[in-house]
């Protein structure tokens, strides 16, 4: 079975601080993917990363930054959190290649930004 | 206009209806597509692919028409397990590589009462 984890399930945290999501699978897939999900506008990606060291933007990266150091790993960072972060963030890997395309998602970080 | 655009309902049928999900997707170029489920609270889950030909599995019949950009879910005799939101889903990108990113709709929420 493909897993990809979340550190955390939820978190709270205070308007200005830094924020870390972190993401492992377990598939060796090659692409990597976070999200944030709202009510009323679905699920928008905000950056994604193809290969170790490699990251592009997504429909929404204004205020957030990656980082990919290792295969398994893709870290989301918020380097100066605002409650309009509020929000389910998710992240998704997969395979390369046409017809791989299949998401496999995390079960999600509930983030507050008091 | 939004890439995927899907109805958010709400759906609310019984047990043992029939119901339909629609979705249009203003790519032309698009080469995959897929039905995914999220359950409250969880995370979003491969439900099936569509191909173009049509597909089946089990009570769930997913049908592509590309000619006017538009996939369609049906599910079958209802159970209450299929209460969720399905989000239709397409990888907008025709030929090259595309690093797997997918396009979600909004999301479809239906629920099945006894």
């Known amino acids: 079975d493909v897993k990809v984890t979340q550190s955390s399930r939820y978190l709270v945290k205070r308007t200005g601080e830094k924020v870390f999501l972190e993401c492992v699978q377990d598939m060796d897939h090659e692409n990597m993917f976070w999200y944030r999900q709202d009510p009323g506008l679905g699920l928008r990606l905000i950056y994604f990363?193809?290969?170790?060291?490699?990251?592009e933007k997504g429909d929404i990266p204004e205020g957030y930054s990656v980082s990919r150091e290792k295969k398994e790993r893709f870290s989301l960072i918020l380097e100066s959190a605002s409650t309009n972060q509020t929000s389910m963030y998710l992240c998704a890997s997969s395979f390369s290649g046409r017809g791989q395309e299949t998401q496999y998602f995390g079960p999600g970080t509930r983030l507050l930004v008091l | 206009r939004k890439e995927v655009e899907q109805d958010p309902g709400p759906f609310n049928v019984p047990e043992g209806a029939t119901v339909a999900f629609n979705c249009t997707y203003s790519?032309?170029?698009?080469?995959?597509f897929f039905w995914y489920r999220q359950d409250c609270r969880k995370e979003p889950k491969l439900l099936m692919s569509?191909?173009?030909s049509g597909n089946e599995d089990g009570r769930f019949t997913a049908q592509l028409n590309r000619a006017s950009q538009y996939i369609s879910l049906l599910i079958r005799d209802s159970k209450l397990s299929d209460s969720a939101t399905y989000l239709c889903v397409v990888n907008p990108i025709a030929g090259g590589t595309s690093y797997g990113k997918l396009t979600f709709g909004q999301g479809t929420i239906l629920t099945v009462h006894p």
């Open positions: 569509v191909y173009s």
């Open positions: 790519n032309s170029a698009s080469q995959s």
């Open positions: 990363s193809y290969d170790v060291k490699m990251k």
